[in-house]
């Protein structure tokens, strides 16, 4: 193995184990994405029981207190999701550019690869080449000497 050889295994790993971090990293925002969906979702059936008992509360009489304790009940679970649902598209656009980041480090590793792959068939051919050559010598050598013999 030629040292341009070595050079390139050398980013080959480097580029694999950039990959291989970013996809992790892809991972970690995938997860946290989803906690913060699902505490949307939890927030959002807050909101509809906070809904639920509010109308339950219609349908007997009841003091003012208690009817603003429901609204005010009702607003803070509003107010919790609208802030969970930031969260969540916060949580998205990280997922995305992670996603991003995955892409280019791929793309980075298969121009890599392929460039290894090209600088192996170049090296073939200079092989054939070179053992073509050898190869020609020697048969106008022996087609010297059979002259020469003759």
Sequence with gaps: MTSKQKRINRVIVHREKELDKRV??????????QRVEDAVER????IA????????????S?????WREA???LESRQKTRAVAAKELERANLRVEAHKGQVLDARR???GVELYETRLKQEEARA???ADQRLQDDLARSRAGQKRSDA
């Design 24 to 33: 992790v990293a892809l991972g970690s925002a995938r997860a946290e994405a």
């Design 43 to 46: 927030e959002e059936e807050r």
């Design 49 to 60: 029981l906070a809904a639920a008992e509010r109308e339950a509360l219609k349908e007997r």
């Design 62 to 66: 009841m003091s003012a207190a208690d």
């Design 71 to 73: 609204n005010e009940w």
């Design 108 to 110: 980075a590793l298969k």
């Design 127 to 129: 092989e054939e080449k």
